[in-house]
């Protein structure tokens, strides 16, 4: 069963556009919630999370909306550059601190 | 801060030979470091997690005596692949950090011939 679905597998946004990416997950006892960028070949780079405590949290062009009682969180990516282009994943965690990761969602920004 | 580095980066071996890959907090200490395994196009899976001074703890499918992890101190973690096969090729990438904030190392990529 899968604890954490992302959508959608791919997405191509042009430059200065907005990049959504999506996540939902089951289980009430997850109660942190990352994003991750990743470039081929490298490890994954945290760009922001979120607790269920909060609805939304900013950080520059990237902000994480929390929806607590759809069990759903979303990245939003404002002026989307094509630096931007790699994978991103969503992950959830509990109180063991392990992190179970979405299924990695595909950005390409175009010039 | 918060830089994990991993070495080495990338390793080729002939099947049945062991592979250590090595995972270090560089400036701070981590009492919990996690092994992730991840093949072309995929996501991360757990493989274990590795805590200071005490045994890893394996997620289930994975092969505790193929897959050796040692976490001699707060700041490096080893894995081992044993007796490596083909299907062993994969991006090995730990990560270590304070409580659920992870931070991960660049990855190795083990090529097994």
């Known amino acids: 069963q899968q604890q954490v679905k992302q959508s959608p597998q791919s997405l191509i946004v042009q430059k200065g556009g907005i990049s959504i990416i999506n996540c939902a997950y089951e289980?009430?006892?997850?109660?942190?919630f990352p994003w991750y960028q990743q470039f081929p070949g490298k490890g994954p780079a945290l760009l922001i999370a979120i607790r269920p405590d909060v609805s939304e949290k900013k950080e520059g062009r990237f902000t994480i909306s929390f929806n607590k009682s759809a069990k759903q969180f979303s990245l939003h990516i404002m002026d989307s550059q094509p630096g931007d282009s790699a994978t991103y994943f969503c992950a959830v965690s509990d109180s063991s601190y392990k992190l179970i990761f979405g299924s990695g969602t595909r950005l390409l920004v175009r010039p | 801060g918060a830089v994990v580095s991993q070495h080495p980066s990338w390793v080729i071996c002939k099947s049945g030979t062991s592979v250590k890959i090595e995972c270090r907090s560089l400036?701070?200490?981590?009492?919990?470091m996690f092994w992730y395994r991840q093949f072309p196009k995929q996501s991360l899976m757990l493989m274990a997690t590795s805590n200071e001074g005490s045994k890893a703890t394996y997620e289930q499918g994975v092969e505790k005596d193929k897959f050796l992890i040692n976490h001699a101190s707060l700041t490096l973690s080893t894995l081992t692949v044993t007796s490596a096969h083909p299907e062993d090729s994969s991006f090995y990438i730990c990560?270590?950090?304070?409580?659920?904030?992870?931070?991960f190392g660049p990855g190795t990529r083990l090529l097994v011939l």
């Open positions: 400036d701070f200490q981590a009492t919990t």
């Open positions: 990560s270590a950090g304070t409580a659920q904030t992870q931070y």
């Open positions: 289980n009430t006892a997850f109660d942190y």
